[in-house]
């Protein structure tokens, strides 16, 4: 979908429509990932991939992103930059572990 939706956007440009069909074919897989994720990781005990809180906070910034679009169709995009933003950031993890020392050679 994902594609489809580019196409669309560069073939008729950003218009009120357009950015709610990329928010859509955005918030499908992201909400779906979510969703089963947190069923998966519910029935296993294994903890969640990646970070809970960037899962529902992208979620919910894609679906927010499809009625601002016919309200404020620059607010919308925004919406989707700030997703893809936050999904650059490293892990919390990254910054959390300490490095170890690796014991001398030999």
Do not use: D
Not at 15 to 44: D, E, M, N, Q
Not at 56 to 79: D, E
């Amino acid at each position: 979908l994902i594609p489809f939706a580019t196409n669309w956007v560069g073939e008729r440009g950003v218009s009120s429509f357009s950015i709610a069909l990329y928010a859509v074919a955005s918030a499908l897989p992201a909400v779906t990932w979510f969703l089963l994720s947190s069923i998966i990781c519910r029935h296993s005990g294994v903890p969640l991939a990646g970070s809970p809180a960037k899962q529902a906070v992208s979620s919910v910034l894609y679906l927010g992103a499809i009625p601002v679009a016919y309200l404020r169709p620059g607010l919308a995009i925004t919406m989707l930059v700030i997703v893809a933003i936050l999904w650059l950031l490293p892990p919390g993890r990254l910054h959390q572990a300490e490095p170890q020392e690796t014991p001398p050679a030999g």
